[in-house]
C-alpha cells in the first residue's frame, strides 16, 4: 500500500509559536488517525503534551489536519 502525503500551511494563525512547535514535535512521524486522536485527547484535556493542555493551537492543528486530509483526497 502506498503512502498518500499532502501538505497544508496555515499563515497568520493566532498562536504561539512555542506552542506551535510542540504540537509539531508530538504529531510528527504519526499517521493522520493518530495524530487527530492525540490532539482530540489533548482538547479533551485527556492527555497533555508537556504538562499543558494548550486549547487554541489544539483547535489550529487540528483544522490543519483536516485541510491535509482533503489535499490529500484531491
Avoid: C, Y
Avoid at 19 to 44: F, I, P
Avoid at 46 to 62: E, H, M, Q, S, Y
Amino acid at each position: 500500500m502506498a503512502k498518500q502525503t499532502a501538505a497544508a500551511t496555515f499563515v497568520a494563525e493566532r498562536i504561539s509559536f512555542k506552542h506551535s512547535q510542540m504540537l509539531a514535535d508530538a504529531v510528527r512521524n504519526k499517521n493522520l488517525a493518530k495524530a487527530k486522536n492525540l490532539l482530540n485527547e489533548v482538547l479533551a484535556e485527556k492527555k497533555t503534551i508537556d504538562g499543558k493542555v494548550l486549547p487554541r493551537a489544539t483547535t489550529a492543528f487540528l483544522t490543519l489536519l483536516k485541510s491535509a486530509e482533503a489535499n490529500a483526497k484531491s
